[in-house]
């Protein structure tokens, strides 16, 4: 027996109901018997020849790169993107998505995180202004085709075999990495290409571009060149580390900078952004927030000076001039792909390359060596690819 949609060949997971088995291991996307193919939905596709408004022409490295990942599609090849945070990784598929919507068809971007499919749909419709680019995800499921589809990963049970190119962003990320099941279902919903993205490729990602089963392509540097920022390791106690929060905060909200205070758990983001009214507009964000749309809303229109988080808000989120604190840096949530998501927040725009970021901590743990360490390197990399 096997479950068509997961793979899953465990006869353990197979239960009997009205004369049928079905599959237990994705039930949570609908009953599927063992054996039957999933019903097909026939997405529409049409031929758009179309050229992306960019706010900035792309730079001698982006065309590299942009070139690179053609060639790598043009020859049926799977890629890998390992770019920098910020180094412009959602641009770089521009080109790609033209190509395919010019032979009529279908391109897809999955994403792990739901506010991140709501920020790269955004991103796109400003590129794209003549296509209709629909999200698909908790809360948007009523419109479920388009030119573009962005969706969650949990969301392409959806798309059996529809997409020609599907671009997978932030592979590494939770709930993804290490999904079994989320993994089989994104692969029977490509039936072309797959251009994977990520700016911390985990070692799952590795095996697989050792194996060659896709080529890996590598963008370090920033559009503006200037170098990802290094963050500062200050060290005291949780007193201490309060203190410095509400310093650095009142500061740099004279400079007239928005920040980002990560915290490793929930409680810490009521208590600090609690702490935090006395000086400034603050509001905490964290999975159970109710209202984390318009908490976003605002922040992007700048009337709150401050956003107390967890790794909730560690990707995706472009936000110019904002600096960043990381309270209890040395605790086990922040990893050190996490962390370098959380400082790849810093200096994106061409207004404000530079920025501050200040990990906080008792003790620098393996996590926050391994971040600066990894920046410093990259760094390095996109200085002497530049000097070539
Ligand atoms: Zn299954």
């Known amino acids: 027996m096997k479950c068509l949609r997961c793979h899953n060949t465990d006869p353990t997971f197979f239960y009997k109901d009205h004369g049928s088995w079905y599959c237990r291991k994705c039930i949570s996307f609908s009953r599927l018997d063992a054996g039957l193919h999933l ?17 900035f022409a792309y730079t001698k490295a ?22 920098a945070t910020g180094a412009g990784k959602t641009e770089i598929t521009y080109e ?84 079994e099941v989320l993994k089989q279902i994104s692969l029977q919903s490509c039936k072309g290409q ?8 985990d070692e799952e990602n590795f095996k697989e571009i050792e194996k060659g089963s896709m080529k890996m392509v590598c963008l370090f540097e920033r559009p503006h060149q200037h170098p990802l920022i290094v963050p500062q390791v200050s ?18 909200v004279k400079d007239k900078k928005q ?3 990560f915290v490793p758990r929930k409680k810490d983001a009521e208590r600090i952004a609690h702490l935090l ?31 107390v988080c967890t790794t909730l808000l560690e990707r995706g989120i472009t936000v110019p001039s904002v600096q960043v604190l990381v309270y209890h840096a040395d605790h086990s949530v922040f990893t050190t792909a996490s962390l370098i998501q959380i400082f790849g927040r810093v200096g994106r725009s061409f207004q404000d390359p530079e920025g501050r970021g200040i990990c906080l901590c008792q003790t620098a743990s393996d996590s926050i060596r391994g971040c600066i360490r990894q920046l410093q390197w990259m760094n390095r990399s996109a200085r002497s690819a530049a000097s070539r």
């Open 259 to 261: 920040i980002l205070v």
């Open 62 to 83: 982006q065309k590299q790169i942009v070139q690179q990942i053609l060639d790598g599609l043009r020859q049926k090849k799977d890629l890998f993107v390992y770019a």
């Open 39 to 55: 019903q097909k939905h026939v997405y529409r596709s049409r031929k758009v020849s179309v050229r992306p408004k960019m706010k």
């Open 277 to 307: 009214t006395l000086l400034v507009r603050v509001k905490p964000i964290h999975s159970d927030t109710l209202d984390k749309d318009e908490i976003m809303e605002q922040f992007h229109h700048k009337e709150l000076d401050v956003l």
């Open 235 to 252: 060290k005291g106690s949780w007193i201490a580390q309060i203190v410095w929060i509400l310093f650095y905060c009142r500061q740099w």
């Open 194 to 201: 797959r251009l994977y993205l990520s700016a911390t490729p």
């Open 96 to 179: 790609a998505i033209c190509m395919y919507l010019a032979e009529g068809k279908k391109v897809g971007f999955a994403i792990s995180r739901r506010q991140v499919v709501l920020e790269i749909t955004e991103r796109l419709r400003q590129a794209f202004p003549s296509l209709s680019v629909v999200p698909v995800t908790k809360g948007y499921t009523d419109v479920i085709d388009g030119d573009i589809i962005v969706c969650t990963m949990h969301q392409l049970y959806r798309y059996p075999s529809t997409f020609d190119l599907l671009i997978y962003d932030e592979v590494d990320a939770f709930p993804f990495a290490g999904n």
